[in-house]
T-cell receptor, first 114, second 114 residues
C-alpha cells in the first residue's frame, strides 16, 4: 500500500509568483485535505476536497485554490505569493470526509518565498 | 474562533522522566486526536478520543479527554529519546462550522535527552 506522497519536497519562489503543489492520496482514499504549517506552529486547515469538489475551507484568501482529479490526487495552487506564504504545506488523505476520520499525512512541501 | 492552546510550548527532559502535555480550549469538540510529528515528516496519528472523560492508553502514553470535551491531556511515563518530536492535538469542532475541519493545537516540542 502506497502512502501519501507530495511533490516537490522543497521550493523557492519570489513574491508575486505562482506555485502549484501536488499530492497523491493513499490507495482507496477519496478525500484530501491541505494544511499550512508555519515554523514551530500547528498546521492550519486550508481546504478539503472530496470526490473532486471542495468540501470545506479554512480562513485563507481566494488566491489559495485547489483541484482534485478523478484518481483523487490533488493540487494546491497559490497565486501572487507573499512572504508570509513561506511554510510547510501538508496534504492528508482519508477514507471519507469528517474531522474524526483518520487522516494520513504526506511529508510536506517546504515553500520559501523571497 | 475555535482555538486549541497547548502547554508547555517546549519541554526538555531526561530519559526516564514523566511528563504531561495539555491541550485546552473554550470550545467543545466532537472528537480530539493526538499526533506526533518528526522533522521532515508529516504528523502521525497516535490516538482519537470521542467521549467526554475517556481515557486511552498506548504503551507508555496515556490520553484523556475532558468531561466537557473542551480539553485533553497526554501523559508519557518513563520518556525515551525516541519520544522526541512535536506533539499536536487536533479537534473536530462540535458546533458552528464545517464538521470536516480539523483544528490543530499550537504544538508542544519535546526533547528527551539520553
Amino acid at each position: 500500500e502506497t502512502g501519501v506522497t507530495q511533490s516537490p519536497t522543497h521550493l523557492i519562489k519570489t513574491r508575486g509568483q505562482q506555485v502549484t503543489l501536488r499530492c497523491s492520496s493513499q490507495s482507496g482514499h477519496n478525500t484530501v485535505s491541505w494544511y499550512q504549517q508555519a515554523l514551530g506552529q500547528g498546521p492550519q486547515f486550508i481546504f478539503q476536497y472530496y470526490r473532486e469538489e471542495e468540501n470545506g475551507r479554512g480562513n485563507f484568501p481566494p488566491r489559495f485554490s485547489g483541484l482534485q482529479f478523478p484518481n483523487y490526487s490533488s493540487e494546491l495552487n497559490v497565486n501572487a505569493l507573499e512572504l508570509d506564504d513561506s511554510a510547510l504545506y501538508l496534504c492528508a488523505s482519508s477514507l471519507s470526509p469528517g474531522g474524526s476520520e483518520t487522516q494520513y499525512f504526506g511529508p510536506g512541501t517546504r515553500l520559501l518565498v523571497l | 474562533t475555535q482555538l486549541l492552546e497547548q502547554s508547555p510550548q517546549f519541554l526538555s527532559i531526561q530519559e526516564g522522566e514523566n511528563l504531561t502535555v495539555y491541550c485546552n480550549s473554550s470550545s467543545v469538540f466532537s472528537s480530539l486526536q493526538w499526533y506526533r510529528q518528526e522533522p521532515g515528516e508529516g504528523p502521525v496519528l497516535l490516538v482519537t478520543v470521542v467521549t467526554g472523560g475517556e481515557v486511552k492508553k498506548l504503551k507508555r502514553l496515556t490520553f484523556q479527554f475532558g468531561d466537557a470535551r473542551k480539553d485533553s491531556s497526554l501523559h508519557i511515563t518513563a520518556a525515551q529519546p525516541g519520544d522526541t518530536g512535536l506533539y499536536l492535538c487536533a479537534g473536530e469542532p462540535a458546533y458552528g462550522g464545517a464538521t470536516n475541519k480539523l483544528i490543530f493545537g499550537t504544538g508542544t516540542l519535546l526533547a528527551v535527552q539520553p
